[in-house]
């Protein structure tokens, strides 16, 4: 199995409040993406990084900003949390070969 | 916009039959990769099997196989002899290189036993 894993597994936040999750890769891949998860929506990719400090936007991005300094770790913000941003959040990482692999997810739930 | 659809919100097979996925994808591209993840009840993301498009002949895998017709678009998942344990959403998905992948919206398969 891929060593990847996110931090933390579950989380209630208010309203209003920043949140960070974090996901940690021992794979050494280059790319690394944050999907939320919906019902009737699939995943649906909110940031990717190409690189240490390359990031970019996917398709449902407004509200949430990354961050990589490193090439193990890749952290997802949401500044000021809402309710529409209630969601299971996966973490993913691929290699040359284009296979993705994924964490075990994070489910956030905000009141 | 690249898009990939997955027309059955639901199936349900019973136990040691056949079962067909439909994926449709949307792409003007030549060279992708095609993958079906399964998510069981765990909610962990599992690759059943990818297809890299340059190849003709349909990826297998144990029971799951896939019918490939890049013309058409289509990127189907046959599983054979569905057992119990087979249970889950499958998503299909797409993907350009390294780029993101795209997935579809999911069917959910129920196995009756």
């Known amino acids: 199995d891929a060593g990847i894993t996110q931090s933390p597994r579950h989380k209630v936040t208010e309203t209003g409040t920043p949140v960070t999750l974090r996901c940690h890769q021992t794979?050494?891949?280059?790319?690394m993406y944050w999907y939320r998860q919906d019902p009737g929506h699939g995943l649906r990719l909110i940031h990717y990084?190409?690189?240490?400090?390359?990031?970019d936007k996917g398709e449902v991005s407004d509200g949430y900003s990354v961050s990589r300094s490193k090439t193990e770790d890749f952290l997802l913000t949401l500044e000021s949390a809402t309710s529409s941003q209630t969601s299971v959040y996966f973490c993913?990482?691929?290699?040359?070969?284009?296979?993705?692999?994924f964490g075990q997810g994070t489910r956030l739930t905000v009141v | 916009a690249q898009t990939v659809t997955q027309s059955q919100p639901e199936m349900s097979v019973q136990e040691a039959e056949t079962v067909t996925l439909s994926c449709t994808y949307d792409?003007?591209?030549?060279?992708?990769?095609l993958f079906w993840y399964k998510q069981p009840p765990s909610r962990q993301m599992i690759l059943v099997i990818r297809?890299?498009?340059?190849?003709?002949q349909n990826a297998t895998e144990n029971r799951f196989s896939v019918n490939f017709q890049k013309a058409a678009k289509s990127f189907s998942l046959k599983i054979s002899d569905s057992q119990l344990g087979d249970a889950a959403m499958y998503f299909c998905?797409?993907?350009?290189?390294?780029?993101?992948?795209?997935f579809g919206t999911g069917t959910r398969l129920t196995i009756i036993p």
């Open positions: 993913a990482i691929s290699d040359e070969r284009g296979e993705a692999f």
């Open positions: 794979e050494n891949h280059r790319y």
């Open positions: 990084s190409y690189g240490v400090k390359d990031t």
């Open positions: 792409t003007s591209e030549s060279d992708y990769y």
């Open positions: 297809q890299e498009a340059y190849k003709q």
């Open positions: 998905a797409y993907r350009i290189g390294n780029e993101k992948l795209t």
